[in-house]
C-alpha cells in the first residue's frame, strides 16, 4: 500500500526527504541550482529543433538567461563566489509566500580560504553552457558569461575543495563528498565554449586521475561523471569515454522498476533519476551507442512520467488532464493575499493549490505502487 502522501492529490508519490522537501522553499542552493542550469542548456544545445517545433526554444534561452544572470551576480570577484542565500532551517520553519517573507537571508561566499571546487565548478559549467546556447542570438551577453566561467573555473582549480565544508548550512541539506567530478565536467564544458584545447586536456587529465573508477550511482546534482563521459564522448569519441558511457547505461537499464517500469533508483524523488538515466542514455545513443536499445529506454521513462503509466496519469504538473493538483511548495499553496498562510493552510489537503506550479515534476512512485 502506499503511505500517505501529504500535498500531493494524485497517485502516491511517497513522503518527501528533506532535500526533497525544500523544493517549496526560498532558500538558494547555488549547488543543485548551477547544475539544473547546466542540464537544461544542454538540452538545448543538443535537441534544438525539438525545442523549437515545441515552441519553447524561446522560453528555453529565457529561462537559461535568468538563472545564469543570478550566477553572475553571485560571482563578486575573480575568486569569490556566493554559493548560497537564505539559511535552510529558518527558511525551512517559515510557512508563507516568498515575497512576505521576513526571516534573516544569510549569504555564503566561497573563497581561497573557503574553497568550494563543487559550486564554483558547476558554475563554470553553467556559465560556459549557457555562453553557447546564448550564442547566436546576445553574442556580447554569451562572451562575458564565458569571461565568468572561465574565472570561476581557475579559482575552483587552484583553490580546492568541498563547498560543504565551507558553508556548514549547504551541509544539513546539500552535502558533497567530491569535486574531481565537477572540475573534469567543467573544463569539458569550458573547451567546448572556447576551443582552447588546454581545457580539454585538463578535464582529460582529471578523468583519467580520479580516485574511483566504477559506475556511478546516478546523474545528478550531486554526481556530474555520467555527464562527462558523454560529454568527452562527443567533443573526443574516445574509446575510454564510450565504453565507460556504455557501462553507465547498462546500469541503469538494469536497475529494479517500478510496475509500470518506471527505473526506481531511490524512494525519494525517483522521477528524476529516472529522467536523469533518460538524457544520458538517449545521448549515447545519439553518439551511436546501442542506438536503438538506449533510445527505446530513454523514450519509455520520459513517456511513463508525461502519463504513458498503468494510471494514465501525468507527473509533470499541468500537463495532460491527470496530473498532480497539490504539489509540495508553499508558494503554489499559499493562496493571494489578503489570504494568511500558515502550516495549517498549508496542510490542508481537502482542496487543490490555489496556483499551478506548471511544468514541476513531482517526486515519482514508490517502488511497491504506481
Known amino acids: ?56 526554444a524561446e522560453h528555453l534561452r529565457a529561462a537559461v538567461r535568468w538563472g545564469t544572470d543570478y550566477l553572475l551576480k553571485a560571482h563578486v570577484g575573480p575568486e569569490q563566489f556566493y ?34 571546487s563543487d559550486c564554483a565548478g558547476e558554475a563554470a559549467a553553467a556559465l560556459a553552457a549557457a555562453s553557447l546556447l546564448l550564442k547566436e542570438t546576445e553574442p556580447a551577453h554569451a562572451a562575458t558569461l564565458s569571461e565568468h566561467a ?79 563521459q558523454l560529454l568527452l564522448l562527443q567533443l573526443t569519441g574516445k574509446e575510454r569515454y564510450k565504453d565507460d558511457l556504455g557501462d553507465f547505461c547498462d546500469y541503469a537499464l538494469a536497475l529494479p522498476r517500478s510496475p509500470g517500469g518506471q527505473t526506481h533508483l531511490a524512494r525519494w524523488g525517483s522521477n528524476r533519476y529516472a529522467a536523469n538515466f533518460a538524457f544520458i542514455c ?39 488532464g491527470h496530473f498532480p493538483r497539490q504539489p509540495h511548495h508553499k508558494a503554489a499553496a499559499c493562496a493571494s493575499p489578503p489570504a494568511r498562510c500558515t502550516w495549517a493552510t498549508f496542510s490542508d489537503t481537502s482542496r487543490a493549490n490555489p496556483h499551478l506550479l506548471a511544468g514541476a515534476l513531482v517526486g515519482g512512485p514508490t517502488a511497491a505502487a504506481e
Open 282 to 320: 538517449l545521448g549515447a545513443a545519439v553518439a551511436g551507442l546501442q542506438v536503438e536499445k538506449y533510445s527505446r529506454y530513454a523514450a519509455a521513462q520520459i513517456g511513463y512520467l508525461l502519463g504513458d503509466n498503468p494510471a494514465n496519469f501525468s507527473y509533470l504538473v499541468g500537463y495532460g
Open 83 to 116: 554559493c548560497q542565500v537564505g539559511s535552510g532551517a529558518a527558511d525551512h520553519d517559515y510557512p508563507g509566500r516568498p515575497e512576505g517573507m521576513d526571516v534573516p537571508r544569510p549569504a555564503f561566499s566561497l573563497n581561497p580560504s573557503r574553497p568550494g
Open 150 to 228: 572561465e574565472q570561476l573555473f581557475a579559482f575552483a582549480d587552484t583553490h580546492r575543495g568541498l563547498y560543504s565544508d565551507s558553508i556548514p548550512d549547504a551541509k544539513e541539506f546539500y552535502p558533497s563528498d567530491s569535486f574531481e567530478d565537477e572540475l573534469v565536467w567543467a573544463a569539458a564544458w569550458l573547451f567546448k565554449a572556447t576551443g582552447n584545447q588546454s581545457y580539454l586536456e585538463v578535464a582529460e587529465e582529471l578523468y583519467a586521475g580520479r580516485e574511483e573508477q566504477g559506475t556511478p550511482w546516478s546523474f545528478d546534482w550531486a554526481d556530474k561523471t555520467a555527464g562527462a
Open 1 to 56: 500500500m502506499c503511505e500517505p502522501c501529504p500535498r500531493v492529490i494524485g497517485p502516491c508519490h511517497g513522503q518527501q526527504d528533506l532535500q526533497e522537501s525544500q523544493a517549496g522553499d526560498y532558500v538558494t542552493f547555488g549547488y543543485p541550482m548551477a547544475s539544473a542550469l547546466t542540464t537544461l542548456a544542454w538540452g538545448g544545445l543538443s535537441y534544438p529543433a525539438a525545442y523549437q517545433a515545441a515552441g519553447q
